[in-house]
């Protein structure tokens, strides 16, 4: 079973950085991460689901929401099954949870549990 697994969040000052992990376990060997199109998806209270970031298989192509874009990094790192999102300049508005999302080419998509962000002074 795919699992994710996110940290990294925590509670920062405006204009902070943090940087989240989502570690993928249980890959079925001939399988690896590399198979996967991975997101980053946020929730708030008031606002739901918003979709902060995609990258695709080999990491080259990163596409983000206007709403972080060019404070935000996704990156991967195929061999260690790990993804990474760089956070700076960050706002009372990044507040929220934040899942990893997995869609492998098999089909299917697989959540982590989220990790809370937490901008304020």
């Known amino acids: 079973e795919v699992r994710l697994v996110e940290s990294g969040g925590g509670l920062v000052q405006p204009g902070g950085s943090l940087r989240l992990s989502c570690v993928a376990s249980g890959l079925a060997s001939g399988l690896p991460l590399n198979n996967f199109v991975m997101s980053w998806v946020r929730q708030t209270p008031g606002k739901g689901l918003e979709w902060v970031s995609s990258i695709n298989r080999n990491g080259r192509l990163v596409n983000y929401a206007d709403s972080v874009k060019g404070r935000f990094t996704f990156s991967r790192d195929n061999d260690k099954n790990t993804l990474y999102l760089q956070m700076n300049g960050l706002k009372p508005e990044d507040t929220a949870v934040y899942y990893c999302?997995?869609?492998?080419?098999?089909?299917?998509?697989?959540w982590g549990q989220g990790t809370q962000v937490t901008v304020s002074s």
């Open positions: 999302h997995g869609i492998p080419s098999w089909g299917g998509d697989y």
